[in-house]
């Protein structure tokens, strides 16, 4: 048998676009030799996925799910929003949360998981592009976990059960009742989902974020044409306020958009009897931070038909 070089994979990956392990798998089956490994992999189906994977996945859903003491959350993309309505991809994206229980936040143990029907998540995503008719991908994952206490779920205007365009999880470290855990771990993650913290406590927020904001807020104020000393202070509050308004726990309520969360938290740790500790949270909201790409829907049909 031919040796399998980083070559050759490379060559049969520029040729069909397929993935990397797929190549090396065509190339094993069919001896190195090239052009049967073309032809294997589009009897196969993952030539013809591959043709589809230059284009924009930016729909699609978000799943979470709980499972004792530990949850997690996936976003799979789709090109369309009808997609997210096909119960092949819905039960995907459940199943794919199911398995990222286990593997947590590393995408690429993820997708090399097997899947309980067969093959593993890279696999069966590829025959689902195949079938469907639109590039998916699988973008992120995250998982939290308590030894003590309870995750909580919740989704955003749900298309199914577990299943939405923005999910949350809440992570809530206690010996309190599980009932009160409950209770305050869905209004926490819907508060999440509707104020967007950008980190859980104020230390937490992304230096770069931060200074960008500070030098917005020093252009503001060098505009006041007030003293050197006076600009300082004014950037200085400007950025006390942002990292207030953005850090979970100093964020007010949404509920009664006066209380902070860091009390929300200590009033019903005191009312269950018990210290309850904010863990951690995961907030996925579907297609956050991709550019999507404006189209001109009438020159694409025109461009199809061939007029000018």
Same mark, same amino acid.
């Given at each position: 048998m031919a040796e399998i070089t980083a070559a050759s994979v490379k060559e049969l990956r520029e040729r069909t676009g397929a993935g990397m392990m797929d190549c090396k798998k065509a190339l094993t089956e069919t001896g190195g030799d090239l052009e049967a490994a073309i032809d294997w992999l589009r009897t196969k189906g993952l030539a013809a996925a591959a043709k589809k994977s230059g284009r924009q996945a930016a729909e699609g859903l978000v799943g979470v799910v709980v499972s004792g003491k530990t949850g997690a959350a996936v976003e799979v993309n789709s090109e369309t929003d009808f997609?997210?309505?096909?119960?092949?991809?819905?039960?995907? $994206?459940? #199943?794919?949360?199911?398995?990222? =229980?286990?593997?947590?936040?590393?995408?690429? #143990?993820?997708?090399?998981?097997?899947?309980?029907?067969?093959?593993?998540?890279?696999? $069966?995503?590829?025959?689902?592009?195949?079938?469907?008719?639109?590039?998916?991908?699988?973008?992120? #994952?995250?998982?939290?976990? $308590?030894n003590e206490g309870t995750v909580v779920s919740y989704v955003h205007n749900a298309a199914a059960p %577990?299943?939405?365009?923005?999910?949350?999880?809440?992570?809530?470290?206690?010996?309190?009742? #599980?009932?009160?855990?409950?209770?305050?771990g869905k209004q926490l993650a819907m508060h999440i989902a509707a104020a967007n913290p950008l980190a859980l406590n104020e230390d %937490? =927020?992304?230096?770069?974020?931060?200074?960008?904001?500070?030098?917005?807020?020093?252009?503001?104020?060098?505009?006041?044409?007030?003293?050197?000393?006076?600009?300082?202070?004014?950037?200085?509050?400007?950025?006390?306020?942002?990292?207030?308004?953005?850090?979970?726990?100093?964020?007010?309520?949404?509920?009664?958009?006066?209380?902070?969360?860091?009390?929300?938290?200590?009033a019903a740790g005191k009312e269950a009897g018990s210290p309850i500790v904010l863990k951690d949270y995961v907030r996925f909201q579907l297609g956050e931070g991709i550019e999507k790409a404006e189209s001109d829907f009438a020159a694409e049909v025109a461009a199809t038909a061939g007029i000018a």
């Open positions: 997609v997210a309505k096909n119960e092949q991809f819905q039960n995907f $994206v459940r #199943a794919v949360a199911e398995i990222a =229980l286990g593997t947590g936040d590393d995408i690429d #143990a993820l997708a090399a998981s097997s899947m309980a029907a067969g093959g593993t998540v890279s696999e $069966v995503l590829t025959h689902n592009i195949a079938t469907i008719g639109e590039n998916q991908s699988l973008r992120r #994952a995250r998982s939290l976990s $308590v %577990g299943l939405g365009k923005i999910g949350v999880l809440v992570a809530l470290e206690s010996g309190a009742d #599980a009932a009160a855990l409950d209770s305050l %937490g =927020l992304d230096a770069d974020t931060v200074e960008r904001e500070r030098a917005i807020a020093a252009e503001k104020a060098a505009e006041s044409g007030k003293p050197a000393d006076i600009v300082a202070k004014m950037v200085d509050g400007a950025i006390a306020k942002f990292r207030k308004e953005n850090a979970l726990m100093s964020q007010l309520f949404v509920m009664d958009n006066k209380t902070r969360i860091f009390d929300v938290i200590a």
